[in-house]
């Protein structure tokens, strides 16, 4: 498996006793005339350029620290470094002078990483214990002055069939007293193969692919609070969809996994699979206005983007149905100036007669080739079949009288339609919904969909695991593969069945039947990416939300949903309790007030609430990173962001009072130790479990779960361990995890290669 590729530094911001994280550390030394509780330093921006030739990355650092103090101060600039980095470049701006850096081992700098720890009463560094360090004395820095710090070092990143990985980490934001003011994080990754899949589970990145060989990521932010790692894969394509795989595993456990693939960029205009799409337009009165105008402009966006080989009509309906040709015709050019006329035609008027149009849409379908329908509606049937679970059921009935798919795609505008209805729909016919909002622009929405499945590469798709048995797998029907697009499957793996396999993608292409062959290892052994089992349990919510939406609740949803939020701290509208109560709450509570949430707001199928739901719904089954969860949008469509939970190596965090608590923690369990914090039983725990160390740095008073014990961390408890205490700690309470060695310098050395997966 892939081991962190860079472990990179962070900023620091000091009140008296607060620190926060930027890309180096400035650590306030020796004051002139220090005044307590007086800011120290913070960070005005922080930008980070990195990039990649092949496998070598060079990392570029540029950062401003501001004395906020009145008074003259010295600090040391330390920065994390892993192992095999080489710093080419380290420049301080301060008044033309030179600093000398000095580059420390690894067990130089735990000393120093404890140290600060103890001293500033910060656990973030122990994140970053067990790697080297580099490190500067800064002196003088003048009351309200600036220093800024370049720095640049390469190292060679880690590949394992076909992936490549890259990490940068970022502050947690708990310990930030102000935000910075810029973040930029650009990379260029340059290969001398096409790259295939990019992929950030951490942020929500933009990724442009320039050519078949250079891509760049980028993610920006202004006046943020950093709080996790940018972590980003990269596969060299070995085929035409650059297949890769990226997994994690707990010890005793099944495993998480994430498929990824990407058509190479530069495709042949023979491999584009010709597609037969209907527009199908609601024209009735209620889309007058503005309305029918964008709507007008997005088709003809949609018929102007037409590939020559494409075929296609356009149903208007209102009351009645109107409809251009009255069959499938090429895409031509006198086709596309007939069907321009043909929108501007249009007039809003009339009902609403959904159930004709669609069935209408549906006879124009070809077996054994790649049908799609772009239905557009701003309400719900008004004339000839109005009940919705008829027009669901005369759809069906419809595709399945002619060989082959048709998928659908809906767009519903405005608060009027029947979000129960376009969901069943788009789900039931392989498609997706698309809500568009009073205040949102229908041919945006429209022209930006339509632009991504204007050119089909790889229909039908199945796909085979080999050896490995596979469950839980989200989206549970495959959707197309488009250029330009890419395919993300999460699901889990059964330990009994984890090894080397064989995974196989297939589909149909212009060319008939084909498939994509990836020889991986679905591992048994602890290690990879935690940040996968926590996406993978979003993508799970956001499908059980649905199915309890659109068909109603039961109580075995009801009960995984909640058991999936507190074990993941993902929480949703209706478990958002879960973190606002100043007490942990037991699971019939939880389920019982999660249920009667879900029976009130699931009566409602239409108006803004019922779109907002929809959406989050939609939403968690498309989670890309795990830094957009824990969002929502209420009733009116504002962004809710549930601020006092953490997600960290696959747990979940809740702070109540001043202090943080695993979700999984329930008021019945007993407090197997109590820890004084940093104290030397608090390094002990750090160094003999270097697996918690990303969650000791959540905060400085938590209940953390070990082997199914719960541990307290806090004002009061052991000061030192002994040998015994330790060993008790190695052992899993009751249904918990196998027991580690009893010796301590095999407990460590065990601990150090499960946690990057050489266990």
């Not at 620190?19 to 960070?43: N, S």
């Not at 530069?266 to 199908?280: A, D, H, S, T």
């Not at 499938?328 to 006198?334: E, F, K, N, R």
Request: charged share 25%; hydrophobic share 40%.
């Amino acid at each position: 498996m892939l081991r962190k590729a860079l472990l990179m530094s962070v900023a620091l911001f000091v009140l008296a006793a607060v620190a926060a994280f930027g890309d180096g550390m400035l650590i306030p030394g020796r004051p002139m005339h220090i005044i307590a509780d007086e800011p120290y330093f913070t960070v005005k921006y922080h930008h980070v350029k990195c990039d990649i030739q092949d496998q070598v990355a060079t990392t570029y650092v540029d950062q401003v620290f501001v004395n906020e103090s009145g008074r003259e101060m010295e600090a040391t600039y330390i920065f994390p470094l892993p192992a095999g980095a080489v710093v080419q470049k380290f420049t301080l701006h301060a008044d033309g002078k030179e600093i000398q850096a000095n580059l420390l081992g690894k067990d130089e700098a735990q000393k120093i990483y404890e140290d600060i720890v103890r001293r500033r009463k910060d656990p973030a560094l122990l994140t970053y214990a067990g790697e080297g360090m580099y490190q500067a004395k800064i002196y003088p820095i003048p009351p309200k002055g600036e220093r800024r710090i370049e720095l640049r070092y390469t190292e060679l990143l880690s590949y394992d069939s076909g992936l490549i990985g890259y990490v940068y980490p970022l502050s947690p934001e708990k310990l930030s007293h102000r935000p910075i003011e810029s973040v930029v994080f650009v990379a260029d990754i340059h290969s001398q193969q096409p790259v295939g899949s990019v992929y950030s589970p951490s942020h929500d990145v933009s990724v442009s692919k320039l050519t078949d060989k250079h891509v760049r990521v980028s993610y920006e932010e202004k006046d943020t609070l950093p709080d996790r790692d940018v972590l980003l894969y990269y596969n060299v394509a070995q085929d035409p969809v650059g297949l890769s795989v990226i997994t994690f595993k707990e010890t005793g456990k099944d495993g998480f996994y994430l498929l990824l693939a990407a058509p190479t960029v530069e495709q042949e205009p023979g491999e584009v699979v010709p597609k037969n799409i209907v527009f199908v337009l609601d024209t009735s009165g209620s889309m007058s206005g503005e309305k029918i105008e964008q709507a007008k402009d997005a088709l003809t966006f949609c018929v102007n983007s037409l590939n020559p080989q494409d075929r296609f009509d356009i149903v208007a309906f209102s009351d009645s149905v109107k409809e251009f040709a009255g069959k499938l015709v090429p895409a031509d050019a006198a086709r596309v100036k007939e069907a321009r006329d043909f929108i501007n035609s249009f007039d809003a008027r009339g009902g609403t007669d959904i159930d004709t149009a669609l069935r209408e849409a549906l006879q124009r379908r070809l077996a054994k080739q790649v049908n799609y329908i772009c239905f557009l509606t701003d309400g719900e049937a008004t004339v000839g079949e109005i009940d919705n679970e008829q027009i669901i059921k005369n759809v069906a009935e419809h595709a399945q009288k002619i060989e082959g798919t048709t998928r659908l795609f809906v767009f519903g505008v405005g608060y009027s339609v029947n979000t129960n209805l376009l969901d069943k729909l788009a789900q039931g016919n392989g498609g997706l919904t698309t809500y568009v909002r009073p205040t949102e622009d229908i041919e945006v929405k429209v022209s930006s969909f339509f632009a991504k499945i204007a050119r089909p590469l790889l229909t039908d798709l199945a796909l085979g695991y080999g050896s490995v048995a596979t469950y839980d797998t989200f989206p549970g029907e495959l959707p197309d593969l488009f250029h330009g697009s890419q395919l993300e499957v999460f699901g889990r793996y059964k330990q009994a069945s984890a090894g080397s396999t064989t995974l196989t993608l297939s589909g149909s292409t212009r060319q008939g039947s084909k498939s994509f062959e990836l020889a991986c290892d679905f591992p048994e052994a602890r290690g990879g990416t935690e940040y996968i089992a926590t996406l993978w349990g979003a993508r799970k919510i956001g499908y059980l939300l649905d199915q309890i939406r659109l068909h109603g609740e039961s109580k075995e949803l009801v009960d995984e949903i909640v058991k999936l939020s507190m074990e993941y701290g993902i929480l949703t509208e209706y478990t958002a309790f879960l973190a606002n109560e100043d007490r942990a709450i037991t699971a019939t509570e939880a389920r019982d007030r999660a249920g009667k949430a879900m029976e009130d707001s699931f009566q409602v199928v239409a108006g803004a609430g019922a779109t907002s739901r929809a959406q989050n719904a939609q939403v968690m089954q498309q989670q890309k990173a795990v830094n957009a969860t824990n969002t929502y949008l209420d009733a009116e469509g504002n962004l809710q962001r549930i601020a006092n939970i953490q997600n960290v190596a696959q747990r979940g965090y809740v702070q109540r009072a001043d202090r943080w608590e695993d979700t999984r923690y329930q008021p019945d369990q007993k407090i197997a130790m109590q820890i004084k914090a940093y104290s030397e039983a608090y390094f002990q725990l750090s160094r003999n479990f270097p697996q918690l160390n990303s969650q000791m740095a959540v905060g400085e008073k938590l209940l953390v779960i070990l082997n199914n014990q719960v541990i307290e961390i806090g004002d009061e408890g052991e000061t030192k361990l002994t040998d015994e205490q330790l060993k008790s700690l190695t052992t899993s309470a009751p249904g918990g995890q196998a027991k580690q060695p009893a010796n301590p310098l095999v407990r460590l050395i065990a601990a150090l290669a499960a946690v990057f997966g050489l266990a």
